[in-house]
């Protein structure tokens, strides 16, 4: 069974979808044939005001986090190989790891760390609760949302982008179809799927240069206002236009 065929035995059930990239809004319309008007483009949508915690700014140093899967498509190994370039120029500088895995997983994970000589650099903080989550978030001086280039990462949108952005913290991102369609390189800093390199370079060139980090951040921080925000997206407007049809 396609997706295809999947969607159209359903199009007599639904009124409206909701696609969160360009990419599914195209072949939505283009080869699931589905009328364009019943379709809605809505990425994602955050709490910015639960996300932005001025007062938990790092203290410390500089500091990275990540927290999610340790899956590859997420391009956590990649994020681990620019880390050790990072320390080159900022020996001091953390990076902070949450999240849980089955055994396998995490023995890829430990095998990672150790072949990178990070065991000792690296801190498992293990699952963390929502408020525990935010708080890193707010802690951190850089984030990095790295993906993989995939037909998969192309086709979707990572939320937790929008997350990042509404901390008012730089971002370094990967320059995948579905984010350069909607964030400029004054809201991120774009860098290559799968290019440590690149990534270490613009996490450096972010350590060093704090006004540009500012001024990155809250960029962000604005565009995360304008296209994420849940006071802005509001899926009641959606049911409203469904209800003055029927009416």
Sequence with gaps: VTAHMIMRSFSGFVDRYIVISKKLEHIAVHDWHLPKA????????????????????ASEGFRLFYGGSFGEKDGLFTFLKAYKKVKIQFPEARFRLAGKANPKSMKVLNDAL???????????????????????????TVHCMTRID??????????????????????????????????????????APDHEEELADAVIDLFANPLKSAEVGRNGRLACERLFSADHINIQQVLSELIHERA
């Design 38 to 57: 019943s379709i809605r483009f809505i990425p994602t949508t955050v709490d910015i005001d639960e996300l932005y915690k001025p007062s938990h700014a």
């Design 114 to 140: 150790i072949s990178l000589d990070l065991v000792d650099s690296v801190e498992l903080i293990g699952y963390l609760s929502r408020k525990e989550y935010v708080t890193e978030m707010n802690s951190a």
């Design 150 to 191: 995939s037909e998969y990462a192309n086709a979707g949108f990572p939320f937790k982008l929008a997350e990042m952005l509404a901390t008012k913290k730089p971002t370094v991102c990967s320059s995948l179809n579905s984010i350069t369609e909607l964030l400029d390189s004054s809201e991120v800093i774009f860098v």
